[in-house]
Structures are given as structure tokens and as C-alpha cells.
């Protein structure tokens, strides 16, 4: 649950008015795949949820997919 907390002080980043830092997109990479903690991350405003083993060309696909 700390890392929700953290979600929310990032989040507060996030709401600045600073235009470039709310378009950045947000990733967790874990090695919990449980779904109900996926959803509570999304809700949250993770724009991504990859769980571990990771693909690297996966992983770079999805993060191309936020930055362009």
C-alpha cells in the first residue's frame, strides 16, 4: 500500500501546471500480476502495467506507443 501513497504525491507532480510533466506517462513494472492490483494501479493513473518476466521488445514497443 506505500507505493499508493506514492502514486498519489507523484499524482500531485502530475497536476502542475507544468504542461510537459502531466503528458508523461507513468509505468509500473512488477512482478505481480495479480489483475485486482493491476486495476486499482490503473485507477490510480498508471498509464502501463508490465509484469516481470519482461520482454524488452515489448517493453519498448509500449513505452514508443506514450512517447510519440
Known amino acids: 500500500m506505500e507505493l499508493f501513497h506514492a502514486l498519489r504525491r507523484v499524482e500531485g507532480m502530475f497536476q502542475m501546471k507544468n504542461p510537459p ?33 519482461v520482454n524488452i521488445p515489448e517493453l519498448i514497443r509500449r513505452v514508443l506507443f506514450f512517447v510519440e
Do not use: M, Q
Open 21 to 53: 510533466v502531466r503528458l508523461l506517462p507513468f509505468f509500473i513494472l512488477t512482478e505481480n500480476s495479480d489483475l485486482a492490483t493491476e486495476y486499482e494501479y490503473r485507477h490510480e493513473g498508471v498509464n502501463d502495467y508490465i509484469t516481470a518476466p
